[in-house]
């Protein structure tokens, strides 16, 4: 019962999703009258469809791994079910009301706030440094992403613009699709623009669905590995050769250890574990990384397929890699390491997890499919905010362009280093720089209801899964 509330849940998120921030994907090609409205919404749905399908899941794991490890070691624990719960109930909400009242508020923002919530809440909870409470190096990268893309956004699109003007001074493209009305009597674009304006807008729908697609492929993984987590915390579906993978990787791992003891000895106490030391069950420790290694390796001497290991091996198996992991990625910053060492283990971590880092692909399917109809449905609210409340005139053909074609590299490029960015204020931020290349001026009140939602969704969603994350773990008497 439980497992089927959770994914209700976040497919939930991801059918509002859909809704909320696919509406900015469509909004400039429909206010433009490329294309009718409920054509674009449709294809927009399927290229979203089509973006999860074959996104790939970096983004994905970019998101669980904003929670600390020892949270998702435990995840299988009522202590973790209640923060999936928390983080959930704390998006959807957000979302739900900013798209009522038409803000384009970002649903990336929104999830990446409620899972800081829950890591900071777990953390006073019980006693953690609140610098513990949260993968703070993965927030800010993610946070440095989630602040510049908007900014780039605003900027590039400018120049997009201002170098059409340049080539095109007179061209029809610098319409509104108003003045194109009252002046040659026509409903819609140039050929030639009505074309940019449908594979852009079909461009930032596919890049939409690889991008924020993941962050819902992410929260089932989490939710499945919860609930289930005899079928779900490894990939069972392994092959051989990828088990001999991550043993490989296992024994590179304690060489490269070995080879670097001068400068990791202290650190990782290499040589001060004795038989029979088994790593700590709730914590990682790197003191403990020795017999972690061990442990690893004893529990997958012989084994070819993930099947044949009881629920309890499987359990600790990811337990032991989530760890390992995360000790390397430390050992990764520290300043005495050579940059070249530096580079093999990193190479050796993806080896790692290999088997941890997955989705099966009805997850995949089930994700894209709530997100491609949830497109389908609510889109008019934000619209109307993107074409016409922005700039003190109404969109122009090229300014739609410039919008779109600078929001679909954007996040196509956030992709390929498995950044989580966002569609919406990437996008309307993109419509700002045109309207101010433009000499459009901007309508300060929408404005300021979009930067009100910019900068007031973190702290928003932050307190809001804290509390939940709180009031259920009391509930639940930890």
Known sequence: MSLLLALAFVLAFEFINGFHDTANAVATVIYTKAMPPHLAVFFSGVFNFLGVLLGGVGVAYAIVHLLPVELLINVNTGHGLAMVFSLLAAAITWNLGTWYFGIPASSSHTLIGSILGVGLANALIN?????????????????????????????????????????????????????????????????????????????????????????????????????????????????TYQIERTRDATLHLSQFYQRNGESLGEYLALGKSVPGDLPEKFRCNPQQTEPTINALLDTLKGVADYHSLPPESRIEIRRYLLCLDDTAKKVGKLPNLAAREKDDLNKLRKDLTATTEYAPFWVILAVALALGLGTMVGWKRVV????????????????????????????????????????????SSGVAGTMIANKSGLQGGTVRNILLAWVLTLPATVALSAGLFWLASKALGS
């Open 384 to 427: 109307l905010t993107i074409g016409e409340k922005i700039g003190k005139q109404g969109m122009t053909y090229a300014q739609g362009m410039s919008a779109q074609i600078t929001t679909a590299c954007m996040i196509g490029l956030a992709n390929v280093f498995s950044l989580p960015v966002s569609t919406t204020h990437v996008l």
């Open 127 to 239: 006693d953690i440094p609140l610098g513990d409470g949260v993968n703070w190096q993965k927030a800010i990268d993610i946070g440095a992403s989630l602040v510049f893309s908007p900014m780039a956004g605003f900027l590039v699109a400018a120049l997009v613009l201002i170098g059409l003007k340049w080539w095109r001074p007179l061209s029809k493209m610098h319409k509104t699709p108003e003045q194109r009305r009252k002046i040659d009597d026509k409903k819609h674009p140039p050929f030639w623009n009505r074309l940019v304006l449908v594979i852009s807008a079909m461009a930032v729908s596919f890049v939409h669905g690889s991008n924020d697609g993941q962050k819902g492929i992410g929260l089932i993984m989490l939710v499945l590995i919860g609930i289930v987590p005899a079928q779900f915390v490894l990939d069972l579906s392994s092959t």
